[in-house]
């Protein structure tokens, strides 16, 4: 089935800098949609990336974010920079396949000093 699992997540300074890894299973992810999405506690779920073929990105995270896929290791990667506690959040991959969307378990992204 479908999995996806995200890793790389945790305490960083303000400033600092982060790489999130998604890994797919169940699919491969040549040709699919993946993408970045963060939610804080009490707030829906924002997306943040997508990466497929054009890299689009939301504004809050544009020229600080970068999506990196390798579809040869069924894997995606964000790299981020400048991170700011605004930044802090859990970080969900995520695809659309077979007409239905899937999501990872999210990772913790804490930005503080």
């Known amino acids: 089935q479908v999995q996806l699992v995200e890793s790389g997540g945790g305490l960083v300074q303000p400033g600092g800098s982060l790489r999130l890894s998604c890994a797919a299973s169940?699919?491969?992810?040549?040709?699919?949609?993946l993408r970045w999405a963060r939610q804080v506690p009490g707030k829906g779920r924002e997306w943040v990336a997508t990466?497929?073929?054009?890299?689009i990105y939301a504004d809050f995270v544009k020229g600080r974010f970068t999506i990196f896929r390798d579809d040869r290791k069924n894997m995606m990667y964000l790299y981020m920079n400048s991170l700011s506690p605004e930044d802090t959040a859990v970080y969900y991959c995520?695809?659309?396949?077979?007409?239905?969307?899937?999501w990872g378990q999210g990772t913790q992204v804490t930005v503080s000093s």
């Open positions: 995520g695809t659309t396949y077979a007409g239905a969307d899937f």
């Open positions: 169940g699919f491969t992810t040549v040709n699919n949609i």
């Open positions: 990466g497929n073929g054009d890299k």
